[in-house]
């Protein structure tokens, strides 16, 4: 089963539309941390946000939002006014004390390809 | 930009060749990581290092050797590779060499690699 799992596998949006990631997680840990990476063509992947299961603050940076709810198990991030530079592969990762946690990597969904159209 | 650099960002080599990709990152950071990414996939997890030495090897074939010369440099010696090796070759650290699932991982740009 998967432990993280992006469901879309490609969305499409003109810019300037709203736009929300989702991400379903799956750990029997209380204590793990979720994390969104960004992936543009060039290949990098640039860390975004990373939140700890004691903190289901929501969370806002820029267009960026992230809402962390641990009842539903989702960590779901929203792009607000979107534009063509959004446009990108987007991953959702996990990390569990059970698993070794942070030095033994990170547990990717399959990512979520976003098209922002001009 | 990335702290992480890697070079080269491109190479192409033939499935008799021996190259190296290379990594640096300058952030002291105590754990760096090698990651393989196939078309359309998530980066998979390769080779840990802590502190300078190998705390995980995840059934990778011998024909990818790593090497952690000091803590700022990681390298991916690469030896008779095949086609299906073809890959986006990632390298990544993160602050603390203990395992700790609040540990941020940094990627670098990658290295396309391609085996012809």
Request: aromatic share 12%.
């Amino acid at each position: 089963a998967q432990k993280v799992t992006q469901a879309q596998t490609e969305i499409s949006v003109v810019e300037k539309e709203d736009v929300t990631l989702d991400c379903v997680y799956e750990t029997r840990d209380t204590t793990y941390y979720l994390f969104w990476y960004k992936q543009p063509p060039s290949g990098e992947l640039v860390f975004l946000i990373r939140r700890n299961s004691f903190d289901e603050q929501n969370e806002i940076s820029g267009r960026y939002s992230w809402n962390f709810q641990k009842s539903t198990s989702s960590f779901n991030f929203t792009i607000t006014a979107s534009q063509v530079v959004d446009s990108a592969v987007y991953f959702c990762a996990l990390s569990e004390r059970s698993s070794g946690g942070g030095a033994d990597g990170l547990t990717f969904g399959k990512g979520t390809h976003l098209i922002i159209q001009p | 930009d990335t702290e992480v650099t890697q070079t080269p960002k491109h190479l192409v080599m033939g499935m008799t060749n021996k190259k190296s990709l290379k990594c640096e990152q300058h952030m002291g950071h105590r754990a760096m990581y090698w990651y393989k990414q196939k078309a359309k996939k998530p980066p998979e997890l390769m080779f840990v290092y802590s502190y300078e030495k190998l705390s995980i090897n995840e059934s990778v074939p011998s024909r990818f050797s790593p090497e952690c010369p000091n803590s700022s440099l990681l390298n991916l010696h690469l030896h008779a590779l095949q086609p299906e090796d073809s890959a986006l070759y990632l390298c990544a650290s993160s602050p603390s060499g203990q395992p700790s699932p609040g540990n941020t991982i940094y990627f670098g740009e990658g290295s396309w690699l391609t085996v012809v």
